[in-house]
Structure formats: structure tokens, C-alpha cells
């Protein structure tokens, strides 16, 4: 007769189960929170009808949603990678959680890694409801779709990148005022709603190299006219590689 053994085995689980776990506890907490869930999806739905169905502003020819459509998958990709991450971290330093975890078997990149996917699955679940959405109230994408892919990855890094910083570096009321006034001027200034050629030519240059700005025409060019976006491309790497770079560098888990 088969004898059941019940030694112990004490060990952490295998890395993927860990942060697989994490990133779970992460996407409840991001939409159990009220703050949170209206900047991440109930604000960019409310703009894309808004500015979509009424004429609040000159877009240029073409339909209105075939504008909107595009600056509000970037505005998403911005609230969660940026905003949303930033005032979390912020907290979650400020009251001693990620000090906490780094006591825990989770590695410190674990946790990284946890974040991101974190990030990544809410911003799918973005991506779709804004594009259902958008179909809805007549949006006919054309070009090629799959730049986007890309497009939406390197924002994904270079907001994540900004947040971080900004969230390793400030304090969490900082963070949190800091955080949302970027959000306003980005949405303000980056093209978003309103056209950049509305904007005095020496200043368009400017606003075209912020991250925002690079990821809305990009998304625009490959779901419009179906060209390489690669100015778009180029900009928002190197916000990647500078806004990683220093938050690897000043990022305090304390």
C-alpha cells in the first residue's frame, strides 16, 4: 500500500507563478480603484464620444472619429503606463508595500516584470473597448494596422519609463499632483484632440518630439495613410532609452 508523504518541501514558487500572482493582484487593484478606473477608461471613452459626435474642434477633413480614433488610444496607453503607474508606485513607496515585497521571494526585477504585465493586460482591454467603440461611431481604419503593434509597445515602455521616474523620485503627494498635471498639458498640447498644425510653426516642432505627440501621429500615419511611421518610431525610442535609463538609475524603493 502507497504510503502519502507529507514532508515538507519550503522553497518560493518558480518565478513565472510569482509574477503571474503579482501581476493578477495588480490589474484588481488597478480596477477595484475608482481614481484609476475613470482615468483609464471612463475619461478616454467620455473624449472619444465627446469630440467625435459634436464638432468641438476643427479636425480638417475626413471623418471626426477617423482624428479622435487614434489620440485616444495614445491618451490610454499615457494614463495607465504613465499616470495610473506613477501614483500607484508613489504610494505604494510612500507606505513602505514595495519594501515589503522586496523582502518577499519576488525579486525586485519580478516585480518589475509583474508591473508591466500588469500594465500591458489593462491597456489590452483598453485597446479593445476604445476600438469597439470607435467602430460603433463609424471609425474605418485603413493602412496597416500592425505598426501600431510596435508603436503601442515603445509608448507603453517610454511612459512606463517616465512614470517610474517620477514615482522613484518625487514624494507620493508630488507624485500624485505632478502626475495628473502632465496628463492635463499632454493631453492639451500633444495632439491629442487638437491638431498640432493649430499651434505656431516654431512651437509644432517642438510639441511633434514629445512622447505623446510622436505616438498620436504615429498611430494616426499607420491607421490612416498606411506609412511607415518612422520619425514616430525613432522619438518615442529614445524617450524609451532615457527614461528607463534614469529611472534604473535614481529609482529609491524606500
Known amino acids: 500500500m502507497a504510503t502519502l ?3 515538507p518541501r519550503p522553497g518560493a514558487a518558480p518565478l513565472h507563478r510569482m509574477v503571474l500572482a503579482q501581476a493578477g493582484a495588480e490589474i484588481r487593484a488597478m480596477l477595484r480603484n475608482g481614481e484609476q478606473l475613470l482615468l483609464t477608461m471612463i475619461i478616454p471613452i467620455l473624449l ?11 479636425v480638417g477633413g475626413g471623418a471626426r472619429v477617423d482624428f479622435v480614433a487614434p489620440g485616444i488610444l ?7 503606463a504613465f499616470t495610473g503607474q506613477a501614483i500607484a508606485t508613489g504610494f505604494e513607496r510612500r507606505y513602505g508595500v514595495l519594501k515589503r515585497l522586496g523582502a518577499t521571494p519576488l525579486s525586485r526585477t519580478g516585480l518589475l516584470l509583474a508591473k508591466t504585465v500588469a500594465v500591458v493586460a489593462v491597456e ?8 469597439a467603440v470607435a467602430l460603433a461611431l ?21 511612459f512606463s519609463g517616465l512614470g517610474l521616474l517620477m514615482a522613484g523620485t518625487l514624494r507620493a503627494e508630488a507624485t500624485l499632483a505632478g502626475a495628473n498635471l502632465v496628463y492635463l498639458v499632454l493631453l492639451g498640447l500633444g495632439g491629442v484632440l487638437f491638431p498640432l ?4 510653426a516654431g512651437v509644432q516642432h517642438v510639441l511633434g518630439l514629445l512622447p505623446i505627440s510622436a505616438l498620436t501621429s504615429g498611430l ?7 506609412g511607415f511611421p518612422g520619425g514616430a518610431l525613432l522619438v518615442l525610442l529614445c524617450w524609451t532609452v532615457a527614461a528607463l535609463a534614469l529611472a534604473a538609475r535614481t529609482f529609491r524603493w524606500e
Open 197 to 200: 498644425d493649430r499651434f505656431p
Open 5 to 7: 508523504d507529507l514532508t
Open 220 to 226: 494616426r500615419t499607420a491607421l490612416s495613410t498606411g
Open 138 to 158: 463609424g471609425w474605418s481604419p485603413h493602412g496597416d494596422p500592425l505598426w501600431g503593434v510596435p508603436l503601442l509597445l515603445l509608448g507603453t515602455a517610454a
Open 124 to 131: 489590452v482591454l483598453q485597446v479593445v473597448v476604445i476600438v
Open 48 to 58: 472619444l464620444v465627446g469630440f467625435s459626435t459634436a464638432p468641438l474642434v476643427d
Open 74 to 80: 495614445a491618451l490610454a496607453v499615457m494614463s495607465t
